[in-house]
């Protein structure tokens, strides 16, 4: 199994910053794409950004040009700057990881999640 270390959350202002982190491990696997993904309560788990091996990104409109995504490939760790909070931000926040052992299929694994709540 993949195995993950989240933290970062917590209770912000509107207009305010946090930084989550994300540290994967596991042993015999390899890890290539990895995110963050978010779900309002009553709401579906949508994607909030996913950065690939080669740093490429993919966010979603509702975040691009607030959050920021980086990742340490050495230490399968991410990144999660979200600068400018809104109300609506307000979710848990899953970290996800494409991985998969030699010769095997990937396989999406999921971090416990971690509560962002902007409010004032």
């Known amino acids: 199994q993949v195995q993950f270390v989240e933290s970062g959350g917590g209770l912000v202002q509107p207009g305010g910053s946090l930084r989550l982190s994300c540290a994967a491990s596991?042993?015999?696997?390899?890890?290539?794409?990895m995110g963050w993904y978010r779900q309002a309560p009553g709401k579906q788990r949508d994607m909030v950004v996913v950065?690939?091996?080669?740093?490429?990104?993919n966010y979603a409109p509702s975040v691009r040009g607030r959050f920021t995504i980086s990742r340490d490939n050495a230490k399968n760790t991410v990144y999660l700057q979200m600068n400018s909070l809104k109300p609506e931000d307000t979710a848990v926040y899953y970290c996800n990881a494409q991985a998969r052992r030699p010769g095997l299929l990937f396989s999406d694994y999921w971090g416990q999640g971690t509560q962002v709540t902007v409010s004032s």
């Open positions: 950065i690939d091996s080669d740093g490429s990104t």
């Open positions: 596991g042993s015999g696997f390899i890890i290539y794409t």
